[in-house]
């Protein structure tokens, strides 16, 4: 008999899966060669390990007591977190409006002084009127319309006056 064959037959008799027939067949072949005999045994007993390994019932595993993080440490981690983000958030800002009021305080410097009068005189065009109103009050869009206005206005002040 070829050795892988009888391998396979040793396999399917060590756990059970031959007919009868075959079973016969199998037992008389391993009367005659002993070292055929021996393997089927070892092979018996490996199997017999394994299926008593698989079937036995593990025993129940108690898990160590869990140490739990106190509830006001993880409060004031979240807390903490909160007021990093917040400062972090105000800096972002503060840097923003810095930077923002930096460039108004330049366009406001470099529109002309006017006097009083004319600033008062409000001689503003209609399409000017709505684009003030239109824009929103503290924006640098607004600031140079109205220095643009202003000029203007100035300007035709100077020429009524000569």
Not at 92 to 115: D, G, S
Request: charged letters at 20%; aromatic letters at 4%.
């Amino acid at each position: 008999m070829k050795p892988d064959v009888l391998e396979r037959l040793l396999m399917d008799s060590a756990l059970g899966r031959l007919d009868p027939d075959v079973e016969a067949l199998l037992a008389d072949h391993l009367d005659g060669d002993p070292a055929a005999a021996t393997q089927a045994r070892e092979l018996q007993s490996v199997v017999r390990l394994a299926t008593d390994a698989i079937r036995t019932p593990l025993p129940a595993i108690e898990l160590p007591c869990q140490i739990h993080r106190l509830v006001w440490r993880h409060r004031t981690e979240q807390v903490f977190a909160l007021a990093a983000s917040f400062v972090v958030g105000a800096g972002i800002t503060a840097l923003v409006f810095h930077a923002n009021l930096r460039r108004e305080n330049v366009a406001v410097l470099r529109t002309p002084a006017l006097p009083s009068s004319l600033a008062a005189a409000g001689t503003r065009t209609p399409l000017v009127a709505s684009k003030l109103d239109s824009l929103p009050f503290w924006s640098n869009q607004r600031v140079y319309l109205l220095a643009a206005a202003a000029s203007k206005a100035g300007a035709d002040a100077r020429e009524i006056r000569q």
